[in-house]
């Protein structure tokens, strides 16, 4: 099972990751990360996490499937599907779009406010 961690990293942390990665031949878990929390919330909103839910394990899907089985508008899911793009939480392909991972784990630490 191919478990995708989402998490909020500072750069230095995502570097030490890369670096520590390429030492064992990239078998760490694949990790995509945000500057904040209030950033990984707003990508990843409840929009777009349902759209994830229904992309979860079942490859390639065109646009039009996505929002079939979310059961939303096709133009809506369009705009969220792109905004994933661009975040780079899922990639694109011939045939439509990819979330290319089995699980999701969402993984940070809310400190108490100074």
Known sequence: MRTVIFGVRSIEEITADILR???????ATPR???PSTESLWSVLNPRRMAL???MVG???LSMREVARRAGRDVKAV???LTLLLEA????RTEGGVVFPYDRIHV???LDAAA
């Open 21 to 27: 990665s390429a030492e064992t031949d990239g078998d």
């Open 32 to 34: 995509i990360s945000f």
């Open 58 to 60: 079942q490859g390639s």
């Open 107 to 109: 993984d940070y630490v």
């Open 52 to 54: 994830l839910k229904v």
């Open 88 to 91: 780079g939480v899922i990639d």
């Open 78 to 80: 369009h705009g969220d």
